[in-house]
């Protein structure tokens, strides 16, 4: 590492002012602080001297979705074993998913980073960290089957439109991650949603063996529920690719069909726990994300007029992408409220929101993207009436004492 620093000391200059690469600054200073923590210190003013940094946040944000992307990448090698009928071991699952998944990471951030450094370079201003976790999450939260080019268009737009015309990393309204997944959405439904979508069939690495089986539907868990019958209440079951039924312990466990990194609570928990250990996550707002759903969802079970209504707490917390907005979406610090108590009603509004898309508009059986990206137009106006209810309180506390 000393040998890379003092390689970085001598090409230094040349990136400066009057340096011959002068334009191309910013790349230099990103990829610099990227390596190296910045040793320059404020000489004057007053600043607040911390171990945290956005580049440590950003780092231990994407340690904390490491096990779900993991699972997820074999998931994608699980769930194509099972629709082609072949069991080639767990190595060569997971090397199969692993490939799968690759291309759209690499995609996702050379789209996202390459916008980033040219908007950097443009307003000569230094390149900020916050695609790193963008970056990994987008391909987490899309079926395996969304082609490249679109999650480039996708990507693009998100980075533009939803981050850099508000400006830049912490100026930002809506989560860009779940803006891509938005535009992928509502741009092309078809590659979104579907019975296959989120069941990788090909073989394009030549790992796997066998044709697809009769019968076969990788549908959702709630896109099963979704366009379940009433004349269903009581007697459906959800069904894997082979038709076998699925049991609240596969939802826990995550080996069934979903978005990449959606599927496994286990694994998002362990991110969730790794995010409040750090103290980079509100707990306010995870716990109240899933007391908001739980809540909402008991409400409906005394109804019970459709399948969806009589999905139990549990199950509805488990599916879809509900852990995983809790715990990596709606906590995003940038986005949601930050008031303290202002975290609980957002995250109570997130979940019940999630909830009652699901249950009322069967064409958007996730409800969790929506949900998120509603409430995080209504954060700064819950924030807002949280530091008024504060200052009402301490004006009328003082003329009590008076």
């Keep these: 590492m000393k040998a890379l620093r003092n390689y970085l000391d001598k090409i230094k200059p040349n990136f400066e002012e009057g340096g011959k690469l002068a334009m191309f600054r910013s790349v230099f200073d990103g990829f610099e602080t990227f390596l190296f923590v910045p040793n320059t210190t404020s000489k004057t003013g007053v600043h607040i001297h911390d171990s945290i940094d956005s580049k440590r946040t950003m780092t231990v944000v994407i340690i904390a979705l490491l096990p779900a992307l993991l699972f997820g990448m074999y998931n994608v090698g699980y769930q194509h074993n099972l629709a082609v009928g072949s069991d080639p071991g767990f190595w060569m699952t997971f090397i199969f998913g692993f490939l799968a998944v690759l291309p759209k990471i690499i995609v996702s951030y050379v789209v996202g980073l390459g916008i980033e450094f040219m908007v950097a370079q443009w307003k000569k201003e230094e390149i900020q960290e916050g695609f790193l976790v963008s970056g990994i999450l987008i391909p987490m939260i899309v079926p395996v089957d969304t082609p490249l080019w679109m999650i480039a268009v996708a990507t693009a737009f998100a980075v533009i439109f939803a981050k850099e015309v508000f400006g830049g990393t912490g100026y930002n309204v809506f989560n860009v991650a779940l803006v891509t997944r938005a535009f992928l959405f509502f741009a092309y439904p078809a590659a979104m949603s579907g019975d296959q979508v989120f069941v990788r069939t090909s073989d394009t690495f030549g790992l796997g063996a066998g ?49 990449i990194g959606e599927t496994s609570v286990i694994a998002i928990l362990i991110g969730a726990v790794i995010l409040l250990v750090t103290g980079i996550a509100s707990w306010k707002t995870m716990f109240s994300v899933f007391v908001g759903g739980a809540a909402m969802t008991a409400i409906f079970n005394m109804i019970g007029t459709t399948v969806v209504m009589t999905v139990s707490p549990v199950d509805h917390l488990f599916l879809g992408g509900f852990a995983f907005g809790a715990v990596f979406m709606a906590t995003d610090p940038v986005t949601s409220a930050r008031t303290e108590t202002g975290k609980y009603i957002y995250g109570l509004l997130v979940g019940a929101m999630a909830i009652i898309i699901r249950v009322l508009n069967p064409g958007y059986p996730e409800g969790m993207m929506l949900a998120i990206l509603l409430m995080n137009v209504f954060a700064p106006l819950i924030d807002y009436y949280v530091v008024e209810a504060n200052i009402n309180r301490r004006i009328n506390r003082v003329k009590l004492n008076k």
Excluded: R
């Excluded at 709630?222 to 009433?230: E, T, V």
């Excluded at 269903?232 to 609240?248: A, K, R, W, Y």
């Design 211 to 259: 044709q697809v089986v009769d019968g076969f539907s990788g549908a959702t868990p709630l896109g099963q529920i979704a366009i379940a019958g009433k004349e269903m209440i009581g007697n459906f079951h959800v069904v894997d690719v082979l038709g076998n039924q699925i049991s609240t312990w596969d939802y826990f466990v995550g080996l069934i069909p979903g978005s």
